[in-house]
Structure formats: structure tokens, C-alpha cells
């Protein structure tokens, strides 16, 4: 993975790191901080999933491809990986890498929605998603879901991995402050969908046992870093609470909690909490992986 300039202060060119479809947090030079800023536990989480040697994979929201070279590993030499992403620019970005070697198992990436799959059934031996349904509604995901098992073979593997933004912790600040910003978003606008899916990820498990798969196995991961922070870190949280915070004064957090993230609305002011000696920063995600029944099964 190219290394995106991890010096603080380098801006981010988009106002909420949005690509061109409008989803914030989706673009590439965000991905690739984040990516780098918690790259021990993202490996982790996707050789939880048991990816087989040999197998024929789908990224399926692979953004900037920050997935794309471990999971070409666990294929190895025999095996095969194909991606896809909703942003144009992304993919792009990930058929460069793909034709400079640093992706050597990627086949191909290609435009398109997870509710849609440009795949015929039964097209791969493992599916992996990595934080995209949080971009979904309810009815999405549903939808989602029954394509991932239709693009996997029976027998097949899909896992899903997200965040829960309500196991979000910044210390000193209060360990309310990231559920209240939740519960605010989320009052100002129950329809918004990524502010549904930003606090969905422990109920993975279920939904995919809904959609039918079987033996659904779930893992929530901590990514904890603690002061001072690598500056891939620095800058991934700043960036992040940069843009909670525009959130935070847009849907009418309470007052104690407003003056917080006023404090967190700068990443380079020199006062900036993050910089304290004690700081503190997590985030917490989810993955859910399921196997598809073989012929015969049907949903439960």
C-alpha cells in the first residue's frame, strides 16, 4: 500500500472525506489514513474470517483497496481476487495498483452497488465487506445481504465487518460523548441511513443469520491507541473527530457535550486534545461471518 503523506495537517481535499457518490467518509486519501492508523487490527479481523487458500474472493466496497493485498495472500498463488466499489474514482485508484503489481491475485475491479451485484450466482468462494452497509438502510442491507449469498456458492463464506460508532472512547472527554452525538443524529434524522448503520454493527450476527446464512459467528474488535499517536494515528482521529464534531453542531448536541466538540472541530490547533500526554482514543468494530447453505437450504 502506497504510503498517502501522514503528516499532520495535510487536508483532506473533500469537505466530510466524501467521493463523488456523496458518501462521506469514502474517499481514498481518508481510507489510506485510516487503513494505516489501524492496520495490526484490520489484518486481524479479516484472517478471523478463514479466507482458504485457492479460493476465488470478492471485495465487495474494497474503497482505496487497503484489503486488497492481505486478502491476496490468503488466496496465494492458486486463488483469485476480484473487487468492487460504488465510487468510480476508487476503482480507478485500485486498477492502478493492480496494473503497477502491488495487487498481484486482483483479476479486476469493477463499478457497482452492493444491491445489485454485476456477478452470476455462485461466482465466488468468500465475500468480504468491510465497512460499506453502514452506508445502508435497513431495507438496503436486507437487500445486500441476499446478494452476497447469491453471488457465494453454497458452502461459500461471506463476512461483513462494521463499525459501532457507541463503543467510540475519547478520554479525557466524557464516555457519553460519542453515544449522545448518536442518539442526536439520529433524532434529528431517523431516516438517515448511515447514522443507522454507524450504530448497527453488533446486531451483524442476526442479520445475517436472517438472511439465511448458517453457522454465523461474530467478533467485536477494539482499536485502542494511547498518547503519543503515530502520525497516521494523529491524523486519522483528528480527521474523524473533525467531522463528528461538524455533526455535533449541526444536530443540536447537549450544551456540555457542544462545548467538547468545539475543541475537537480543529485538528491542528496546538491545544487540541489529542495532543495531551494522556489522551486516550478508540474505536470499536464488528464482523459477522456466515456460510451458505448448500443446495436446499432456505432462509430462516
Known amino acids: 500500500m502506497r504510503d498517502p503523506g501522514m503528516e499532520r495537517g495535510t487536508a483532506v481535499t473533500r469537505e466530510g472525506h466524501e467521493t463523488s457518490t456523496g458518501q462521506a467518509l469514502s474517499g481514498a486519501e481518508w481510507l489510506d489514513v485510516h487503513f494505516e492508523a489501524a492496520r495490526p487490527e484490520y489484518e486481524e479481523m479479516l484472517r478471523f474470517v478463514g479466507v482458504a487458500r485457492g479460493t476465488r474472493a470478492l471485495d465487495a466496497g474494497c474503497g482505496s483497496g487497503g484489503y486488497l493485498p492481505l486478502l491476496s495472500e490468503l488466496v496465494g498463488p492458486g486463488g483469485s481476487v ?73 458452502g461459500g463464506i461471506v463476512a461483513v465487518k462494521d463499525v459501532d460508532v457507541t463503543l467510540a472512547r475519547l478520554y479525557p472527554a466524557s464516555p457519553f460523548l460519542f453515544p449522545h452525538l448518536s442518539e442526536a443524529i439520529l433524532r434529528a434524522d431517523p431516516d438517515d441511513s448511515q447514522s443507522r448503520g454507524s450504530v448497527r454493527g453488533r446486531e451483524l450476527r442476526r442479520w445475517l443469520e436472517r438472511s439465511g446464512l448458517r453457522e454465523v459467528r461474530q467478533k467485536t474488535f477494539m482499536i485502542e491507541r494511547w498518547a503519543p499517536f503515530r502520525p497516521a494515528e494523529r491524523r486519522f482521529f483528528g480527521d474523524w473527530l473533525s467531522y463528528l464534531a461538524r455533526l455535533a453542531e449541526e444536530r443540536g448536541v447537549p450544551g456540555e457535550d457542544l462545548e467538547t466538540w468545539r475543541a475537537l472541530g480543529d485538528a491542528d490547533a496546538p491545544d487540541h486534545p489529542l495532543d495531551r500526554p494522556d489522551a486516550y482514543a478508540c474505536e470499536g468494530q464488528v464482523v459477522a461471518v456466515g456460510r451458505v447453505p448448500e443446495a436446499g437450504g432456505r432462509p430462516s
Not at 103 to 108: A, H, I, K
Not at 117 to 139: E, H, K, R
Open 82 to 154: 476480484h473487487a468492487l466499489d460504488l465510487a468510480p474514482e476508487n476503482v480507478r485508484l485500485v486498477e492502478e495498483r493492480r496494473v503497477s503489481g502491488e495487487l498481484p491475485r486482483l483479476v479486476e475491479a469493477r463499478v457497482g452497488a452492493l444491491t445489485e451485484l454485476p456477478y452470476a450466482d455462485g461466482s465466488f468462494d468468500a465475500l468480504w465487506c468491510a465497512n460499506t452497509v453502514q452506508f445502508l438502510g435497513d431495507a438496503e442491507l436486507g437487500s445486500a445481504l441476499a446478494e452476497f449469498r447469491r453471488v457465494t456458492r453454497p
